[in-house]
């Protein structure tokens, strides 16, 4: 897949060429030229997505990569090299809170395991910086309401990586959603899963995770649920088959299949699973239309169609999307269409609270 920037590389090799490019990639030419504020991030946790998501700021014109927290010294040496990061933004999880004497730190992206968020990103409100903090913000809505308050406390902006929030084919589907194309809507169906592989990982370490699939991927069925349909859920269901309690322990779910009902009528119906692949795809019905998303959530390309034909909107990388636009949110105000905020992430965590009571209770939980 070609990235903005490849294309924009390919293009810029003589400013000769600029006038025989069309009005689109003239477009593209001068939005390059960038000169606004940059959001300076540091990125906190340096594991696998923390890889995904430096590799795509590469490509972002308002955000970038200037510094890096890790507990693990060789680490800190490769993301210094690799990205060309100063030794005087380099910290450890011990000394990260001397960021608030380091002007060159707008920001700290926290990519750390899910139960690790909340005193991440308190350490850094208290440094007086920026958090972005990667889903799910917290592991319950008690502590993501905490987090919320902390930062409003200390005057710093909580974010959450929601990256589909910027993502073009989601977005079309929510602006025809908003314009009524749909008619009355009245079920969306969301399937998230994979089969996880390594069963020492954290992400099947409660203390860690702070659950099992539905922490970690069954979290997009519920928020995508939520701007699929635009409404907020008010009551669920849910039960969980368990066919490895050797491998998903107490506290650890497998499989969840869960129900939300949504005040104007719809009702949405889900799965989230540790042990099935395949499954990534939202499916929204409206009395006059349909979307159908497959994948829906990945990485990209997401796919899908609506009753009016296929989605054709382009694929950027989605982490890109994401930061250029969070540095918009921080340095212009934007609002996104989709919320990505603490308070935004703390609706999803209560839903979940709500599903794992349902599913322990069997009873349909108010929300
Ligand atoms: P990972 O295991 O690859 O990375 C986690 C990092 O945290 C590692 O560098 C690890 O060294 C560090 N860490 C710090 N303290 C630790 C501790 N006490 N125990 C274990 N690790 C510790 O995990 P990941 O896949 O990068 O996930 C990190 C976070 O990113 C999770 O919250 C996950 O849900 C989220 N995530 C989001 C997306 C997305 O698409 N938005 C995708 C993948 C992961």
């Known amino acids: 897949m070609t990235s903005r920037r490849d294309f924009l590389q390919k293009i810029s090799f003589s400013a000769a060429a600029i006038p025989f490019l069309s009005v689109k990639e003239q477009q593209a030419a001068q939005e390059e030229r960038y000169d606004g504020p940059v959001l300076r991030v540091a990125i906190m946790g340096l594991g696998s997505y923390a890889t995904r998501v430096a590799e795509a700021m590469k490509e ?113 589907v929510i602006r025809m959603r908003k314009a009524g194309e749909f008619g009355k809507i009245l079920f969306f169906q969301g399937l998230s899963g994979f089969i996880i592989g390594d069963p020492n990982q954290w992400r099947l370490n409660k203390a860690l995770s702070g659950g099992g699939s539905m922490m970690d991927i069954g979290i997009y069925s519920v928020n995508g649920a939520r701007y699929m349909i635009g409404e907020e859920p008010v009551w669920v269901t849910a039960q969980e088959t368990k066919n490895d309690p050797v491998k998903f322990k107490e506290g650890i779910d497998e499989t969840i299949q869960f129900q939300m009902g949504f005040p104007g009528g719809a009702v949405a119906s889900c799965l989230s699973t540790y042990s099935l692949n395949n499954l990534d795809k939202f499916y929204l019905d409206g009395v006059n239309g349909f979307a159908e998303m497959q994948p829906s959530t990945g990485y990209g390309p997401i796919a899908g169609r609506t009753h009016k034909g296929e989605l054709t909107q382009p694929h950027i990388t989605h982490q890109a999307l994401q930061m250029d636009g969070m540095a918009e949110l921080i340095f212009e105000g934007k609002q996104p269409v989709v919320p990505v905020d603490g308070e935004e992430a703390v609706k999803d965590l209560r839903i979940i609270d709500a599903i794992f009571e349902a599913a322990k209770t069997g009873k349909k939980i108010p929300l």
């Open 60 to 172: 972002c014109k308002k955000a970038k990569l200037v510094g890096v927290i890790s507990g693990t010294p060789s680490k800190l040496a490769a993301w210094q090299a690799r990205y060309g990061i100063p030794e005087k933004n380099c910290y450890n999880y011990g000394n990260y809170g001397d960021i608030k004497n380091n002007p060159d730190i707008d920001a700290v992206y926290v990519i750390t395991p899910n139960a690790l968020h909340k005193p991440h990103v308190i350490g850094v409100a208290k440094a007086g910086k920026h958090a972005i903090c990667e889903k799910p913000m917290s592991v319950n809505a008690k502590d993501g309401q905490e987090m919320v308050d902390a930062c409003k406390k200390a005057n710093v902006k909580l974010l959450v990586g929601y990256r589909v929030h910027f993502e073009p084919k989601t977005l079309e």
